[in-house]
């Protein structure tokens, strides 16, 4: 079963935009993660929020956390062509990461 | 440089028989995962490992078996009671503690005709 998942499952954007992906889960988590996936290529990982934590910046990325909710956010702000990829999140429980379907982001030069 | 390998890159197979994929890191790292990955999929967990000498099946085990005999080396092998092998098989590793990032090779691309 997945615990998280994305929405929306694909995005098209322009460079230069904003890029806003979701993620929701269902049962307590230690924290959230956010990957990204090259084509054929494994997992990078990008962040991680503890479920203590509410915002997190990473250079160019944020990422919000709403454990009342059970969801969180990716933001990817001035967006560039090598931002194309799939994204993942992953909620962490113990030693174990469960990830959902991903959203497949498409940067348009 | 640390990280993960995973050979082959590709691998093709006849149906009906067995196929080890490696899978080794030099991170140092405790944890050890395999994933499967369909096309346009999220990454779901056949098993892990903790410590050398001991695993646990994650949500798809059936027909996959794994070994954890040394820290940096976590082969698994697919045998011919999966049903639809064909897929991308990823590895990854974790340092102990609950908020650790997991790290993840390449993948293997398995094909099987």
């Known amino acids: 079963s997945q615990q998280g998942e994305e929405d929306p499952q694909a995005l098209s954007i322009q460079e230069g935009e904003n890029a806003t992906m979701n993620c929701s889960y269902k049962?307590?988590?230690?924290?959230l993660q956010w990957y990204r996936q090259n084509s054929g290529r494994g997992l990078v990982h990008l962040i991680l929020?503890?479920?203590?934590?509410r915002e997190k910046h990473s250079g160019r990325l944020r990422v919000t956390l709403d454990t009342s909710k059970k969801s969180s956010s990716l933001l990817i702000t001035a967006s560039r062509a090598a931002d194309t990829a799939s994204y993942f999140c992953?909620?962490?429980?113990?030693?174990?990461?469960?990830f959902g379907g991903g959203t497949r982001v498409l940067v348009k030069p | 440089d640390g990280g993960i390998t995973q050979s082959p890159k590709y691998l093709f197979r006849k149906e009906g028989q067995n196929v080890t994929l490696s899978c080794e890191q030099n991170?140092?790292?405790?944890?050890m995962y395999w994933y499967r990955q369909d096309p346009g999929q999220g990454l779901r967990l056949i098993y892990y490992?903790?410590?050398?000498?001991?695993?646990q099946k994650g949500d798809i085990a059936e027909g996959y078996s794994v070994s954890r005999e040394k820290k940096e080396s976590f082969p698994l092998t697919v045998t011919s009671a999966q049903k639809n092998p064909t897929a991308f098989y990823l590895c990854?590793?974790?340092?102990?503690?609950?908020?650790?990032?997991?790290?993840f090779g390449n993948g293997t691309r398995l094909t099987v005709t």
């Open positions: 992953a909620t962490g429980a113990g030693n174990k990461l469960t």
């Open positions: 049962t307590s988590i230690n924290n």
């Open positions: 929020i503890r479920s203590n934590e």
């Open positions: 991170l140092n790292h405790d944890a």
């Open positions: 490992s903790q410590i050398v000498n001991d695993f």
């Open positions: 990854a590793s974790m340092s102990t503690g609950w908020n650790s990032p997991l790290h």
